[in-house]
């Protein structure tokens, strides 16, 4: 009995420890599991943190800003969330915010555009713009007051932020979903046009003269990645120096910045002048015919100095004859042999090409930006009817 009990014993003491033993190795089994997913889940944070080309590599293929277009759409895109109207405050700046949809306006009530043909883009999203843009950059658009600077309305500052996030930041961020989609657009049909966006004063850090985001970059490091583009041209005849992008990309021998300016006007800004690759200034009281000769000229120069495979065009109307800021004197005739000059230059090197709408500081200039791109079409670089 006694050598029974103490078989049995030992018996049940050895299974205890075998599944003591056991339990053991395979905690310790996923105890070392956990240990290294964390590691590498830290390691990969720390990679990305140390890597900010790769975090925006991430961003970029994850956005949602680009989206097959259906053919029954025309390379035109427009939001209605583009205008601003925030209480009457926004008349305090010379800039009409209702500008873009007076243009698709008159698009189609003159026959060439159809409201269901427009293609309306998505908002960037916060991710989206952390592509170009820091965190505390973001964050500070979260204070009125900076919005108020940027924007050039001081009563925006008293307003509660939620109020200037909607009425104004909100409109901002449709135009550069516009934006950033055109250059897909554009690539797969040869050209778009963006009724909005051109906010060439804004970098990565700072945003001012009315313009909040810095879309021109934001849509040429998406057009770098998605669209594996890798030359941009950037013609930007605004009558204001496009300090924004010149500053973030400046430095980037993919892109060739021809900007052609008034040197007498905002925004004075020397240092971002260096990084012009062709610098044309036309002081005030330039005139039509002064005007498109150096345009001529530098568009004759820039096709031999780099062959791009993507062109932006900033298209601003400021400088027609009478505007408050840009002061120069182009006629609107001027604005039309200006966009068309543009438009042939790419159409005869076979470049795809994304137009921005821009400055343009006058109540006509949404009728001179519509009677331009129906010059377009009459003259076959553009298509307004779905094919």
């Not at 700072?206 to 021109?216: E, H, L, N, Q, Y």
């Not at 377009?376 to 779905?386: A, E, V």
Request: contains cysteine; hydrophobic residues 40%; negative net charge.
């Amino acid at each position: 009995m006694t050598d029974t009990r103490v078989i049995s014993t030992w018996t049940e003491l050895t299974r205890d420890s075998a599944i003591y033993l056991l339990f053991t190795f395979f905690a310790i089994k996923v105890y070392i599991f956990l240990f290294c997913c964390t590691r590498t889940s830290e390691m990969s944070s720390f990679s990305m943190a140390t890597h900010p080309e790769a975090l925006r590599r991430e961003r970029i293929l994850n956005s949602k800003l680009y989206f097959d277009v259906p053919l029954s759409k025309v390379s035109i895109i427009y939001s209605s969330a583009y205008d601003i109207s925030f209480m009457g405050i926004e008349k305090l700046h010379p800039f009409d915010s209702s500008k873009w949809g007076r243009v698709c306006k008159f698009l189609v009530s003159d026959g060439f555009l159809e409201e269901k043909a427009i293609v309306e883009p998505l908002e960037a999203s916060k991710i989206d713009l952390l592509v170009v843009h820091s965190e505390n950059y973001l964050n500070s658009l979260k204070s009125s007051a900076t919005v108020a600077r940027i924007t050039e309305v001081p009563p925006v500052a008293f307003f509660p932020n939620f109020l200037v996030q909607q009425k104004v930041l909100y409109p901002f961020r449709k135009q550069v979903g516009g934006t950033i989609l055109a250059a897909k657009l554009a690539t797969e049909r040869g050209w778009a046009i963006n009724i909005g966006g051109g906010f060439h004063h804004c970098t990565a850090e700072r945003g001012g003269g009315f313009c909040a985001f810095a879309d021109i970059s934001l849509c040429i490091h998406f057009a770098f990645l998605r669209l594996r583009i890798s030359r941009v041209m950037i013609i930007d005849l605004d009558a204001h120096q496009g300090n924004g992008h010149e500053t973030d990309l400046g430095d980037d021998n993919r892109v060739y910045i021809l900007d052609m300016y008034n040197p007498n006007i905002y925004p004075f800004d020397y240092r971002a002048r260096r990084f012009i690759d062709q610098n044309i200034e036309v002081v005030s009281g330039t005139t039509t015919d002064e005007y498109l000769r150096k345009l001529d000229e530098a568009l004759e120069v820039a096709s031999r100095n780099f062959q791009p495979e993507l062109v932006i065009y900033n298209a601003g109307t400021d400088i027609l004859d009478g505007d408050p800021l840009g002061l120069l004197k182009i006629s609107p005739d001027g604005i039309t042999s200006r966009d068309e000059k543009v438009f042939r230059f790419a159409r005869e090197k076979s470049i795809p090409l994304v137009m921005l709408t821009s400055g343009g500081y006058m109540k006509s200039s949404a009728r001179v930006i519509a009677d331009s791109i129906e010059n377009l079409s009459r003259q076959g670089l553009i298509q307004t009817r779905p094919e």
